[in-house]
């Protein structure tokens, strides 16, 4: 897994990429934890994830209540089908808002 | 068409085990020329059961063996894990409510549910000392099994 | 670009990755008109597709609608993002068939 | 932030040369740490502009010269293509009909609707030899430009 920060336009973007296990999803819950307590609009690219198990599922959705009790926008963008599959599941995709790409993220009302 | 083959990993309680597992599973479906979709639902499954064990499975801090076989045939990948915790059958685990609101959803409880949503059967088997479950993917054919 | 067949049930399971410009779609074309002429059921595994121009998207329509006519099916899946957009631009997400993953391809009536 | 930045390529009406511009772009948008996804849709654009010009763009078969120019700034890359070819203005083109049905629907023609929807801006110029496209794309704001 890899984390990095951005910024674009009044967003704080974060690309999170590679396997998100429950090994390292610490690491990612601590980083999102943070990154909520300082930050309004966050839009997380999710283009070069290539995994993620329940224990990331439950950082996001962590990451996402903490936004959302300060009014905040959490918009997350590029998740690959599979990925995209295990939200479904999870029934995560009518909680979080997501796009296809940066410029559909950005550009959304939310 | 390969031949059955079956792969046997001894693995111990500890969320570092997980990079061998996967590795292992990764080899094994690549040998087999198991499409990357299926090898990612089986990497996925096989996490989540395994994670769950770790976590939930043991009241000491001893060391424990966590055993994953994964069986190949032409028609399907079986995945038998038998560990000697604490029992647990997760196909009598209470269902997540995908209709409750994002309030009323507590981050975690999504283990069991994406094995469960994941595999095509999962059976479970209480054994003396411990539990056997049993995911299967299927790789040929429509029916869904369960 | 790479091509690569395989079967699936009764589905012949074409894997087409990399990049489909427009120097070698015509590579791609004569391929798919080929599978075309001799099979009934295609599936296509766009994984790992990086990207499509719209010489390619041409290819894929005219597959589709020799298909249609012989009275078979094509169905798509494993697009991301990217590439699913620009089906979508193109219109082309209600001429195809498409899925997330390989096991909702083929279980999928159609 | 990096300091604004020109590029400019020179390339033969040949389709062979698209590696030469993808290699270009690509080498551009990494310098100037430009997202994957804007990257993705100005090389997409940019490869349908160049094929049209090749392809239907002159009447002999002699060699001729496409300039690209890449121009980056903080809010946006301008790119700008001159071919000394037949006048041809894509605004003018008329627009796929996306209602259509697939018997409708013709194998090709969707070059320059995937130009216009990629981009943020599409300017077009004649020139006495030729034409002059400009396209434009924003890296940072909300609004889409027209
Ligand atoms: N192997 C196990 N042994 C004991 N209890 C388990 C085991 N696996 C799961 N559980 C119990 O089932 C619950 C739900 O598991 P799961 O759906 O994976 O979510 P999570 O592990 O995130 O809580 C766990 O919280 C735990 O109480
Ligand atoms: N540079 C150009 N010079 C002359 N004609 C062009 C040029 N670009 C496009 N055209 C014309 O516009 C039409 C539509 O172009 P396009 O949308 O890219 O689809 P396609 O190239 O697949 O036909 C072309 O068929 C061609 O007749």
Redesign the interface.
Known sequence: MKIREDKIDEFALLEVSGRVDSENAETLRKYLMELGGREQRILIDCTGMDYISSTGLGALLMLLKLIQKKGGTLKLFGLSPRIAEVFGISGFDKFFPIFPDLDAARRADA | MKADETLVLKLDNS??A??QL?AAVGEFCRRR?I????E??I??AL??VF?NIVRHGYDDSDPHEIVVRLHGSRERIRIRIEDDGRHFNPLLAPA?D???A??E?R??G??V??VR??MDQVRYRRQADGNQLTLVKRL???E?LT
């Open positions: 969320l570092a997980l990079a996967h020329a499409h990357p979709d299926i990612f639902k990497d996925l996490e989540e994670t997540v995908l209709n409750a994002l309030s959803r981050v975690g999504l283990g549910h994406l949503r994941l040929a054919g429509k869904k």
